[in-house]
Structure formats: structure tokens, C-alpha cells
């Protein structure tokens, strides 16, 4: 089952993000990936922020602390 869902994962671009790392203490994350070839990322930002969520970050492959 694990190979099936691709863990163990050694490396993300999300690994780098200060947010996921909070993750793991006292918050929670949610992913939207871009492999959709319908997803565009203003509209998602929008969705995201009318559901009242904060924190809303693009991340890159070359994203950065």
C-alpha cells in the first residue's frame, strides 16, 4: 500500500514551506496540485480565501524559505 501511494516520499517542494512545517504541530494543510489541465490558479486562490482560508501560498519547485 505504501509504494502504491508513493511513500516513503524523501523530497517535496512543500518540505520547504514554513506553513507545511506547522502542519505538523498545530495546524493543518491542504494541497492542490496544477496537474489538472483545468486548474487555474487565481480562480483556486479565490475559492480557497471564500472558504475562509488563510495563508493561501503558492509553491514552486524553486520556491525558497
Do not use: C
Not at 514551506?17 to 494543510?29: G, N
Amino acid at each position: 500500500m505504501w509504494t502504491l501511494n508513493g511513500l516513503p516520499q524523501l523530497y517535496h517542494p512543500l518540505f520547504k514551506s514554513r506553513s507545511f512545517r506547522r502542519a505538523t504541530q498545530d495546524r493543518f494543510f491542504i494541497v492542490v496540485e496544477a496537474t489538472d489541465p483545468k486548474f487555474q490558479l487565481e480562480k483556486t486562490r479565490e475559492f480557497l480565501g471564500r472558504l475562509g482560508g488563510s495563508g493561501v501560498e503558492e509553491i514552486t519547485e524553486s520556491s525558497e524559505d
